[in-house]
T-cell receptor, first 119, second 112 residues
Framework: GAVVSQHPSRVICKSGTSVKIECRSLDFQATTMFWYRQFPKQSLMLMATSNEGSKATYEQGVEKDKFLINHASLTLSTLTVTSAHPEDSSFYIC???????????????FGPGTRLTVT | QKEVEQNSGPLSVPEGAIASLNCTYSDRGSQSFFWYRQYSGKSPELIMSIYSNGDKEDGRFTAQLNKASQYVSLLIRDSQPSDSATYLCAAVRKTSYDKVIFGPGTSLSVIP
């Protein structure tokens, strides 16, 4: 299989504090991981692409100084929400890309998500 | 025009029927296509991947790809109430890196 874990699953923090979310690929190496945000009843919104050993690529409108991404190894990427505010409350989901051999495939496997609530 | 489009639904089918989910994409250079299932409050789960024209079957699921029409579909045979979820279509767009573009999702409800 292709298992991706995320930690923590739920976090409540006070406004102004920072929160770190970890994303790990447990049984495969992932040179690329993605970070998404999803608001209730809305689709996934890609925030950034995390590449091992290089800077993350952020989507338009996503503040890179607010959402810090570090892809420290082939199995770990972290997202830090800095100076969190209530509007940052959302469901944050990571995914890791597993390339199935020599095909063109780009199968993403998602972590279980982290529900962030900022009070 | 959105890059990947789906009917938002909700699509309702009776238990045991065939559910048909459709998706169109705008980038002709897209090469890989995926269907994900997402239950409420959970993260997406990969169901099917398809890379070449034609049909691909996996259990009760059949994915169909027509690159000329830029059309991808997912058929669910013998639909079960547990299939009730939002189904996300995704296409890989070639840029400087592979970028997966998700559609808005179609909500499916299987009525017992």
């Amino acid at each position: 299989g292709a298992v991706v874990s995320q930690h923590p699953s739920r976090v409540i923090c006070k406004s102004g504090t920072s929160v770190k979310i970890e994303c790990r690929s447990l049984d495969f190496q992932a040179t690329t991981m993605f970070w998404y945000r999803q608001f209730p009843k809305q689709s996934l919104m890609l925030m950034a692409t995390s590449n091992e050993g290089s800077k993350a690529t952020y989507e338009q409108g996503v503040e890179k100084d607010k959402f810090l991404i570090n892809h420290a190894s082939l199995t770990l990427s972290t997202l830090t929400v800095t100076s969190a505010h209530p509007e940052d409350s959302s469901f944050y989901i990571c995914s890791a890309v597993r390339y199935p051999g020599q095909t063109l495939g780009n199968e993403q496997y998602f972590g279980p998500g982290t529900r962030l609530t900022v009070t | 025009q959105k890059e990947v489009e789906q009917n938002s639904g909700p699509l309702s089918v009776p238990e045991g029927a065939i559910a048909s989910l459709n998706c169109t994409y705008s980038d002709r250079g897209s090469q890989s296509f995926f269907w994900y299932r997402q239950y409420s409050g959970k993260s997406p789960e990969l169901i099917m991947s398809i890379y070449s024209n034609g049909d691909k079957e996996d259990g009760r699921f059949t994915a169909q790809l027509n690159k000329a029409s830029q059309y991808v579909s997912l058929l669910i045979r013998d639909s079960q109430p547990s299939d009730s979820a939002t189904y996300l279509c995704a296409a890989v767009r070639k840029t400087s890196y592979d970028k997966v573009i998700f559609g808005p999702g179609t909500s499916l409800s299987v009525i017992p």
